[in-house]
């Protein structure tokens, strides 16, 4: 298996415009789980998914986040509009089932920059 | 949900074993103890994970007492590739992050 696949690897926009942010997981598993690291607040989760659904999203910051995740290979994260305070990196992450006894994979971030 | 308290930071030499305990206090009966390490520019990934006694796997080792209170990864032998951020979690499913321990090994 890949891994968790996220796209793109950077991305450089200005204030005001909207981001979307992609993430595969990796087969079979039933978790997808988006994070946001920056310097000032280490790594914080924002929402994660069960079976596609969203279960949490109470560590999405502003309503100007939305995430989506229409089958079980495919999730966004979206920003509108993006603002200069979302420059970040965000990971996406993925697990078969709810025990933290399994382990949890991250994929290789998308770092953001808002101009 | 258990609470972790973790150093915020280490500094060792190559070849130095490095110990970083962590404590969780009201760690509860099922409650498993799990350490994801983060290298610069990636994502966190699993390194160990432990419920009693010790484990030990090709990275590091897992210690824990008869009480659970607290835990002790063990990153024996240490080189500079091993300089990063290492989490520990219970039974957090959500995998919460804190802060981390930053550990930095230098020649």
């Known amino acids: 298996d890949a891994g968790v696949i996220q796209s793109p690897r950077h991305e450089v926009t200005e204030m005001g415009q909207e981001v979307t942010l992609r993430c595969k997981p990796i087969?079979?598993?039933?978790?997808l789980f988006w994070y946001r690291q920056t310097m000032m607040r280490g790594l914080e989760l924002l929402i994660y998914?069960?079976?596609?659904?969203?279960?949490?999203d109470s560590g999405m910051p502003e309503d100007r986040f939305s995430a989506k995740m229409p089958n079980a290979s495919f999730s966004t994260l979206k920003i509108q509009p993006s603002e200069p305070r979302d420059s970040a990196v965000y990971f996406c992450?993925?697990?078969?089932?709810?025990?933290?006894?399994?382990?949890?994979?991250f994929g290789p971030g998308t770092r953001l920059t808002v101009l | 949900l258990a609470k972790t308290t973790q150093p915020i930071s280490m500094d060792s030499y190559e070849g130095q074993e490095v110990n970083i305990t962590c404590s969780h206090n009201?760690?509860?009966?099922?409650?498993?103890i799990t350490w994801y390490q983060q290298f610069p520019s990636q994502g966190p990934r699993f390194i160990i994970q432990g419920y009693k006694t010790k484990v030990t796997n090709e990275v590091a080792s897992l210690f824990i007492p008869a009480d659970r209170k607290s835990s002790t990864l063990s990153l024996p032998r240490v080189s500079l590739s091993d300089t990063a951020v290492y989490y520990c979690l219970v039974n957090d499913y959500k995998l919460s992050f804190g802060a981390g321990t930053t550990v930095t090994v230098r020649a």
């Open positions: 998914f069960n079976n596609n659904v969203p279960i949490d």
């Open positions: 009201n760690i509860a009966t099922n409650d498993y």
């Open positions: 087969s079979g598993h039933d978790y």
């Open positions: 992450a993925s697990r078969r089932g709810r025990s933290s006894y399994n382990e949890q994979f």
